[in-house]
């Protein structure tokens, strides 16, 4: 992996008026002496006592089999509890409370967004509707966090969405 | 041994007359990475430390099944990333701990870790990054420590590269937001 660099981290800092780009924090953790130079050691160690557990227990033996088995069954019936579980109408909705989705409605007039596009930025994205609506309101003025918001809005529009899942869609 | 690339290392395994020899200075290679990026999320230098060990030992026993779809890199940091949020869920899942008391929790790790010198400003800007959504929290380290490219990140986390800047962006507002009102 090649890194951006610091001058980009800084730059990209700078941009945002930033203070973080004033001065590199170095997270200041620290470590027990020389845990590096046996970390390697420890691990080989710990891989080659797991082989050893492997070994002993033979994949034709009573024990490893009859495990296998239980296993097996465990998963096949979880899976299906857990399909049933999915496929229950109510759960959809839940996604979001309704009062998630009053307060989202609310305060997506207050931002001037449409309140179907911000549920979708919601489900589509992993920030949440605070994340988007701090940047309207905290930041209105501001030409990057629109930018922000533009790339939201763009990207929800190539995701490939499962249009059942999506709220608008129940609202609609 | 630094300057074995990836492919150089992955052929040295399969190849090799000593794969051990090969997953050695794999673990050399990126340990110090792989260590401080789950660090940086779990916060005591001893969970940090069995979960990097997790993780090689995965990477052990699946590297026999790597196809190279994506980078070691990438594939180590993606293991990395989910053994850290494993911990934290189960962490939480033990306790019954609702998400705020786990950032308090590892905001009380993070002052009662022997291994932290941090001062005053340091520990006050890392509350404000353990305040942080989880995934928000993965995105700032990635970008501001580790100086990772959107687009290595977006392999890692399977997102968007404009998503993970936007996501850095919201982040690094919220921390200066933390921090004043601090």
């Given at each position: ?35 590096f130079e046996s970390l390697p050691q420890r691990i080989q160690e710990a891989a080659a006592s797991q082989q050893v557990i492997e070994n002993s227990?033979p994949l ?113 | 041994m630094g300057s074995y690339s990836d492919a150089e290392l992955l052929k040295l395994f399969f190849e090799g007359d000593n794969p051990n020899y090969a997953f050695n200075l794999i673990v050399r290679k990126y340990q110090q990475?792989i ?17 990097v060990q997790?993780v090689f030992l995965k990477a052990w026993k699946g590297l026999t099944k790597f196809r190279g779809d994506s980078g070691l890199f990438?594939w180590l940091?993606?293991i ?103």
């Amino acid at each position: 992996m090649k890194k951006a660099g610091k001058e980009d981290i800084y730059d990209e800092l700078s941009e945002l008026k930033s203070s973080l780009a004033a001065d590199k924090l170095t997270g200041d953790f620290r470590l027990p002496e020389a845990y590096f130079e046996s970390l390697p050691q420890r691990i080989q160690e710990a891989a080659a006592s797991q082989q050893v557990i492997e070994n002993s227990l033979p994949l034709h033996s009573w024990i490893r089999r009859h495990a296998l088995a239980v296993t097996f069954a465990g998963i096949v019936g979880l899976t299906t509890i857990g399909f049933l579980w999915m496929n229950t109408p109510e759960e959809k909705a839940s996604f979001l409370s309704m009062d998630e989705l009053f307060e989202m409605e609310f305060f997506s007039l207050y931002a001037n967004l449409d309140a179907h596009h911000l549920y979708d930025m919601v489900l589509e994205t992993n920030l949440s509707a605070d994340d988007i609506l701090y940047s309207q309101y905290a930041h209105n003025s501001s030409e990057e966090q629109d930018a922000i918001i533009d790339y939201l809005y763009n990207s929800i529009q190539h995701y490939p969405m499962d249009t059942d899942m999506l709220i608008t869609a129940d609202i609609q | 041994m630094g300057s074995y690339s990836d492919a150089e290392l992955l052929k040295l395994f399969f190849e090799g007359d000593n794969p051990n020899y090969a997953f050695n200075l794999i673990v050399r290679k990126y340990q110090q990475p792989i260590y401080w990026h789950v660090r940086r999320l779990v916060i005591t230098h001893e969970d940090a430390d069995d979960i990097v060990q997790d993780v090689f030992l995965k990477a052990w026993k699946g590297l026999t099944k790597f196809r190279g779809d994506s980078g070691l890199f990438t594939w180590l940091y993606r293991i990395a990333t989910n053994e850290a949020l494993s911990l934290l869920k189960r962490k939480k899942n033990r306790f019954f701990i609702p998400i705020l008391d786990v950032e308090k929790q590892l905001i009380d790790a993070l002052e009662s870790d022997v291994y932290y010198s941090g001062d005053e400003i340091q520990r006050n800007i890392q509350k404000a990054i353990l305040a942080l959504p989880e995934k928000q929290r993965i995105v700032f380290n990635l970008r501001y420590y580790d100086e990772m490219k959107y687009e290595d990140m977006a392999k890692i986390l399977d997102t968007s590269a404009g998503a993970l800047k936007a996501s850095y962006h919201h982040a690094v507002k919220k921390i200066e937001k933390f921090v004043k009102k601090d």
